[in-house]
């Protein structure tokens, strides 16, 4: 009798701890289920990531600094002020029968589509002018001449006394350089269209190192016609000969100029020359009898 008592205790002691083990494992099953659950879900938002970066790496990076060069721009230049395009009426010349300017350093040198560049000209003493850019790093295009870089402080300086905010953001460019701008506009405008607006390498004034284009934060740093609108474009038309510069590429002029109205284009020229311009409400072609 004893004997059998005690089988059946056995029997009740190892049917409990039999369940108690079975309890105890559940949770631990239903935690692993649970963690195995999270990582599934972490998973995606951890291969979508990878193929993002993946996907960054793979597309290059536009080159900012290219986007607000005088003679290019991201879209189709804008229109004038009466809502109709300034149409240039000079034809495009062969560059073939171009004349080769005989002064290139002369900062009175006239260069346009009639007129270009020695091949291979650099120009001297090209320098940083210690005023504001739209963008930090160094490029080529912050540079100028030096004589034009100390006129374009003072006028900077007289900006800012005027209460006139005004941030540079393309001057000298090389041949090659402008050679790459002329050929990504004729790609996305076609060469009729891109010679309103671009130079053909060789005859850009921002080769000779004395132009500068200069913009405003209100237009997010951008060239456009409606800063000849603005209080900075209309300070820069009335004040830039006092400092040696013209707005070269004047409203109403482009049947001379060749090119569309450019409020942001400043041309140092010296104050002299600068001043009659301004008096005379000429362009440069004008002034020196250069009108083809």
Same mark, same amino acid.
Request: glycine residues 6%; aromatic residues 8%.
């Given at each position: 009798?004893?004997?059998?008592?005690?089988?059946?205790?056995?029997?009740?002691?190892?049917?409990?701890?039999?369940?108690?083990?079975?309890?105890?494992?559940?949770?631990?099953?239903?935690?692993?289920?649970?963690?195995?659950?999270?990582?599934?879900?972490?998973?995606?938002?951890?291969?979508?990531?990878?193929?993002?970066?993946?996907?960054?790496?793979?597309?290059?990076?536009?080159?900012?600094?290219?986007?607000?060069?005088?003679?290019?721009?991201?879209?189709?230049?804008?229109?004038?002020?009466?809502?109709?395009?300034? @149409?240039? +009426?000079? #034809?495009? %010349?062969? *560059?073939?029968?171009? $004349?080769?300017?005989? =002064?290139?350093?002369?900062?009175?040198?006239?260069?346009?589509?009639?007129?270009?560049?020695?091949?291979?000209?650099?120009?001297?003493?090209?320098?940083?002018?210690?005023?504001?850019?739209?963008?930090?790093?160094?490029?080529?295009?912050?540079?100028?001449?030096?004589?034009?870089?100390?006129?374009?402080?003072?006028?900077?300086?007289?900006?800012?006394?005027?209460?006139?905010?005004?941030?540079?953001?393309?001057?000298?460019?090389?041949?090659?350089?402008?050679?790459?701008?002329?050929?990504?506009?004729?790609?996305?405008?076609?060469?009729?269209?891109?010679?309103?607006?671009?130079?053909?390498?060789?005859?850009?004034?921002?080769?000779?190192?004395?132009?500068?284009?200069?913009?405003?934060? @209100?237009? +997010?740093? #951008?060239? %456009?016609? *409606?800063?000849?609108? $603005?209080?900075?474009? =209309?300070?820069?038309?009335?004040?830039?000969?006092?400092?040696?510069?013209?707005?070269?590429?004047?409203?109403?002029?482009?049947?001379?100029?060749?090119?569309?109205?450019?409020?942001?284009?400043?041309?140092?020229?010296?104050?002299?020359?600068?001043?009659?311009?301004?008096?005379?409400?000429?362009?440069?072609?004008?002034?020196?009898?250069?009108?083809?």
């Amino acid at each position: 009798m004893r004997r059998m008592l005690l089988i059946g205790m056995i029997g009740v002691f190892a049917l409990t701890a039999c369940q108690s083990e079975t309890n105890e494992s559940q949770p631990a099953k239903e935690n692993a289920s649970k963690n195995t659950t999270i990582t599934e879900k972490e998973k995606p938002a951890k291969d979508e990531s990878a193929e993002e970066q993946d996907k960054a790496d793979q597309e290059p990076e536009e080159d900012q600094t290219e986007q607000n060069d005088g003679e290019k721009s991201d879209s189709s230049p804008s229109d004038d002020k009466n809502g109709e395009k300034e @149409k240039p +009426s000079q #034809q495009p %010349s062969d *560059d073939s029968t171009a $004349m080769v300017v005989e =002064e290139p350093t002369s900062t009175e040198v006239v260069v346009n589509k009639q007129r270009k560049l020695p091949d291979g000209y650099t120009p001297p003493n090209l320098t940083v002018p210690e005023v504001p850019f739209y963008f930090d790093e160094f490029h080529e295009k912050k540079q100028m001449r030096e004589v034009a870089a100390r006129a374009l402080e003072e006028l900077f300086k007289g900006a800012d006394q005027a209460g006139i905010d005004l941030v540079a953001a393309s001057g000298y460019r090389s041949y090659d350089r402008q050679d790459a701008i002329f050929a990504s506009n004729v790609q996305q405008h076609g060469e009729e269209h891109a010679r309103q607006f671009s130079a053909v390498p060789g005859h850009s004034e921002h080769q000779t190192g004395l132009a500068m284009d200069v913009t405003v934060a @209100k237009l +997010s740093f #951008q060239l %456009s016609q *409606d800063l000849g609108d $603005m209080k900075e474009g =209309e300070w820069l038309a009335e004040n830039a000969h006092n400092y040696g510069f013209v707005i070269r590429y004047p409203e109403g002029k482009s049947d001379i100029t060749g090119y569309e109205y450019e409020p942001w284009h400043l041309r140092y020229v010296g104050k002299d020359v600068a001043t009659k311009v301004y008096n005379q409400n000429a362009t440069l072609e004008e002034y020196y009898n250069l009108v083809p």
